[in-house]
């Protein structure tokens, strides 16, 4: 089902005037907004039991006058984050609720109101859904896409490599954090750098320069400010500044640049003397905006859309960071200086060499992998296990292993991702051991001794292939990837990483399986949880997780279940290790009771299995051909992955990764294009990722991106 754009809203807000310059607009209340109350709202908030108490029948146009502006702000919110209509009504146009909220805009402002918080709640990764799947795939749509004019703060993985580039053997504190929100980590919307962070930064600072200027193997430059014994000549000071900056910014200083940070070294050393003004000066270089943000302005001359293309350098470490958190190699940056990297072919021909080189380390691409399906979550959860030592890092080693061997290939990737049955098992890639691998886990030695008939036997230790179901005389090998039981493993989805993430401590997590469905695969939006709601399931231990989970077919809870419940119920085929499994534990209460010892002192409780219900259904998916029950999760993953809009949804969640922003429409040409670059390469993720890096959304930049 449609939802209108509620990013394109934002884009429309952009556009009207600052406070005070706005004049009551009547005519459009009158033409466009009484008219989409009345088609779209009145019928649920007028004067018959409006809903939520919100009736909007005789709602006042003149919103600065005050007595309306809290019904305004309700609908203005409603209609941005896609929450109103229902979804079971038709849709609203997404230009008419454009024009909607932009009228509301207006009348807020005149009326000195913000409505910052919803804007700001739109950028974040996990609202990208909201946007219209079927307009941002109209092939018909014509568009200019360009990103915001930004400074996007470089992210831990970006810092962390900084400090090893300029100064490995310094001990730094990190000083950025990344999101602990749902979705993608890095979004240039999402961070600033607050007042702890300078300090932390300023620490950073002055222990790189101090063992930069140590007396024993000191940066050879730098070492003239730091004689105590003899001021340094102005020639020496412009060296040493010139080489801080290629050091920190690998670029040599500006004339005015060199100007001023001579100037500044000289009042320093009048201030505080020769070693601790020079060391002040030469630590300020790391404090420059330039050091801490990406910077992604837009310095060419603007087109006739008054767009204006990335500069050389700003192409040079845009390009890089998408790959590489070390940023550009030397090539960029010497194509940047040489002017060869002004167009898109230019830009074409470093992407395609860097995604060939072996040597260009590219942790970005797995990194996508990573926080799309948030397997390595696996290691947040702690699990309540009493057969072994729960080591969830050899789980997501086997992930990423597999990944990486889909990637090699890349071709047709999504669907080898979703579908597979092949899996590492245990596996480390190590050169020096026979076969070039070597298992995760050493396995238990047997003993020869023979069991001792007088005592119990130990409860055999689990090993980590117990959880991908494989037959009790498998030996582990070196020879990998294995196939598994197709029946029971299809892809990232099957394998015991993911499904452990997506599990609590001692149960399975039916909602947050379903949730990733909905919204990763099929690109739907599942609604915040109100802060009235207490979301929790009963606590019956008798009762089989389906039927735990009848509680959230009550007609409140359903609206949002109703889009994960059917979605996740076919996992329950796996236990909350990732294990396959045909029966549910559940608690016999009877003989539980009964099991106690002779002086009737309760021995624990006792389990018995229910033959697992694993059917499902996948429904209002935007796609029809793919709706209708199912089975199990194999065969819904596999009806999945031939879906046309799976694929267009997983283009979309690449584009947030590699733009750091949320699509709006006017990216609809964009992702038509990265789409059907994937498809006529063969699924080729090399070839999505170049069509993303030579976009107009990746190469363009804006001050005020209007949408039209």
Not at 445 to 471: A, F, G, I, V
Request: net charge neutral.
């Amino acid at each position: 089902m449609k939802r209108f754009s509620a990013l394109l809203l934002l884009a429309v807000w952009s556009a009207v005037p600052a406070r005070g310059a706005v004049q009551p607009d009547a005519a459009t209340f009158r033409e466009t907004v009484v008219p989409f109350l009345q088609k779209h709202c009145v019928e649920c908030h007028g004067p018959q039991k409006p809903k939520a108490n919100l009736s909007l029948h005789t709602i006042d146009g003149a919103a600065a006058l005050g007595k309306d502006i809290e019904k305004w702000k309700a609908v203005a919110e409603m209609i941005s984050l896609g929450d109103m209509p229902p979804e079971e009504k038709p849709r609203p146009n997404p230009h008419q609720a454009g024009a909607v909220l932009k009228w509301i805009k207006a009348e807020l402002t005149r009326a000195g109101e913000s409505f910052a918080e919803v804007e700001q709640k739109l950028r974040l990764p996990h609202h990208g859904n909201r946007v219209d799947h079927d307009a941002l795939f109209d092939a018909g749509r014509k568009a200019l896409a360009s990103s915001p004019a930004r400074l996007w703060r470089a992210s831990p993985f970006i810092y962390s490599a900084f400090g090893q580039r300029v100064e490995k053997d310094a001990r730094l504190g990190q000083p950025f954090s990344a999101s602990t929100a749902e979705g993608f980590k890095d979004y240039a919307d999402l961070f600033v750098i607050d007042e702890p962070t300078i300090a932390q930064l300023l620490r950073n600072a002055r222990a790189i320069v101090d063992i930069q200027t140590a007396a024993k193997n000191g940066v050879k430059e730098l070492m003239p400010l730091v004689d105590a014994n003899k001021a340094p000549s102005d020639e020496e000071v412009k060296r040493a500044l010139g080489k801080q900056f290629q050091i920190v910014l690998q670029r040599n200083p500006s004339a005015e640049e060199l100007e001023r940070f001579t100037a500044l070294y000289r009042k320093n050393v009048t201030d505080s003397g020769q070693v601790i003004g020079a060391r002040a000066t030469l630590a300020t270089v790391f404090l420059l905006p330039e050091a801490l943000y990406r910077m992604e302005l837009g310095q060419s001359e603007k087109d006739e859309h008054g767009r204006q293309m990335l500069a050389p350098r700003e192409l040079a470490f845009a390009i890089g960071y998408a790959l590489s958190d070390a940023g550009p190699d030397a090539a960029l940056l010497k194509a940047a200086e040489q002017g060869k990297l002004k167009t898109a072919a230019d830009v074409r021909r470093e992407v395609d060499r860097l995604l060939k080189d072996p040597k260009f380390n590219k942790p970005r691409i797995m990194r996508f992998f990573d926080e799309y399906f948030e397997f390595p979550a696996a290691e947040d959860v702690f699990k309540d296990l009493n057969r072994g030592q729960w080591r969830p890092e050899i789980l997501i080693r086997d992930t990423h292993q597999l990944i990486q061997y889909i990637l090699d290939q890349d071709r047709d990737v999504l669907r080898q991702l979703l579908t597979t049955n092949l899996s590492f098992v245990n596996y480390v890639a190590d050169p020096k051991a026979e076969g070039g691998a070597r298992p995760a886990r050493i396995a238990n030695k047997k003993s020869d001794k023979p069991p001792d008939p007088k005592k119990p036997p130990k409860p055999r230790q689990m090993e980590y292939w117990d959880l991908y179901n494989l037959p009790a005389d498998w030996e582990w090998t070196p020879k990998q990837p294995i196939k598994l039981d197709s029946s029971q493993r299809a892809g990232i989805l099957t394998q015991p990483s993911w499904l452990a993430a997506y599990a609590t401590n001692n149960e399975t997590h039916t909602i947050r399986r379903g949730k990733w469905i909905r919204e990763r695969l099929l690109g739907g939006v599942v609604p915040d949880l109100p802060i009235t709601v207490d979301a929790q399931l009963p606590d019956a231990p008798e009762q089989t997780m389906r039927q735990r989970l009848a509680i959230t077919q009550e007609a409140y809870c359903w609206q949002c279940h109703q889009k994960m419940n059917p979605l996740g119920l076919p996992f329950e085929s796996y236990d909350y290790l990732g294990e396959y499994r045909k029966a549910e534990p559940v608690l016999d209460p009877i003989a539980t009771e009964k099991n106690v010892d002779k002086k009737g002192q309760p021995l624990g409780p006792v389990m018995r299995d229910v033959p697992l219900d694993s059917a499902g259904s996948v429904d209002a998916s935007g796609d029809p051909k793919i709706d209708g029950p199912v089975e199990s999760a194999v065969q819904m993953i596999h009806r999945l992955a031939e879906s046309p809009r799976v694929r267009q949804v997983f283009v979309r969640h690449a584009f947030r990764f590699w733009m750091g922003r949320n699509e709006t429409l006017d990216d609809g040409p964009t992702l038509v294009a990265a789409d059907q670059a994937y498809v006529q390469s063969g699924g080729s993720m090399k070839a999505l990722i170049t069509a993303l890096l030579t976009s107009d959304s990746f190469l363009y930049r804006k001050a005020e991106n209007r949408q039209e």
